[in-house]
């Protein structure tokens, strides 16, 4: 079956990459907001032949891209429009390539009343006409029960170790910010040679809520990595780099799948001694890895 890759709006550099790694057309869309505040998108094709039969692969991260007030809820509804147009047109399989799934983090009850809107969003997804779908380092797996359709959360932890080793560090660890992410920071360390694991212990006050960083900080002239899959506002990650920097580490690397840096975020990472390395996921500065060979092996599956 015939491919064509469909470039969202807000992933139009690694949907890119992806259909050169694939080998197969790529075609943009043409979007805008109405001064009503409608969205708008449409494919940027003249022939709506050029989609029948095809297998679709559209590649739309849901976290803030270019242009002004473009939040995670209106790259939704360009996402839901480009399946359904490409529906409409006659594709015979629709692929959706979600390098970052925005609310993947309400993917339970915490308290009464609420909704679940991690599965939501794969319901409409699937409702839409998603025939697969895939996303890059899913915050909970559990939420794929929700849907009938193949899902996938694919690994970006090797591509990010590569890129690390060809920085040539100097006795490298990785720190765990806390118990939650040892897990995540132990396969990490398997990745880039079997290096040394630290677990720091994150503890709030539960008078005042002030978090503090406590633990083990044996990295005096080592160059410490603290690995995540979303910096949000770098609160936690901030912290474990002021123990690490005030231990005697000589570089604190801050790796983040999705390097949201909401509000403060990147002031916060770079004021308290880090570099920032991200992927592609999210579309910002700090993309230096590329999602684009993961993604292509994956769809080609």
């Known amino acids: 079956m015939e491919q064509i890759v469909l470039v969202g709006p807000a992933s139009q550099t690694l949907g890119l990459k992806v259909a050169r790694e694939l080998g197969v057309p790529a075609i943009n869309t043409e979007f805008k907001e109405f001064p009503d505040g409608e969205n708008y998108l449409r494919w940027a094709i003249d022939d709506e032949s050029v989609v029948q039969d095809k297998e679709v692969i559209i590649i739309q991260t849901l976290g803030a891209g270019p242009g002004p007030g473009k939040s995670q809820n209106a790259r939704m509804l360009e996402l839901f429009m480009m399946i359904d147009s490409s529906k409409r047109m006659g594709a015979q399989n629709v692929k959706v390539v979600v390098p970052y799934l925005a609310y993947s983090r309400q993917d339970k009850v915490f308290r009464p009343g609420e909704c679940v809107f991690a599965e939501m969003v794969l319901k409409l997804l699937q409702a839409a006409g998603a025939d697969e779908f895939f996303t890059i380092d899913v915050h ?59 677990e720091f212990d994150k503890k709030r006050d539960v008078v005042t809520g002030e978090v503090k960083m406590v633990g083990d900080a044996a990295v005096e002239g080592k160059e410490v990595i603290i690995a995540d899959d979303i910096i ?22 801050a790796v983040a799948t999705h390097p949201l840096l909401i509000g403060n975020g990147q002031y916060n990472i770079i004021n308290a001694g880090a570099d920032i390395i991200g992927t592609d996921c999210i579309d910002s500065i700090f993309s230096q890895v590329t999602m684009a060979g993961v993604i292509a092996e994956a769809v080609r599956q």
């Open 140 to 198: 909970a797996d559990q939420i794929f029960k929700a849907v009938t359709m193949p899902c996938h959360s694919l690994d970006p932890m090797k591509a990010l170790a590569e890129y690390l080793k060809g920085l040539n560090l100097q006795d490298p660890v990785v720190v765990s910010p806390d118990k939650g992410s040892r897990e995540r920071a132990e396969v990490f360390a398997q990745y880039l040679g079997d290096v040394p694991v630290i």
């Open 232 to 253: 949000a506002t770098g609160g936690t990650m901030s912290l474990a780099i002021k123990l690490a920097k005030e231990n005697g580490a000589i570089r604190v690397l």
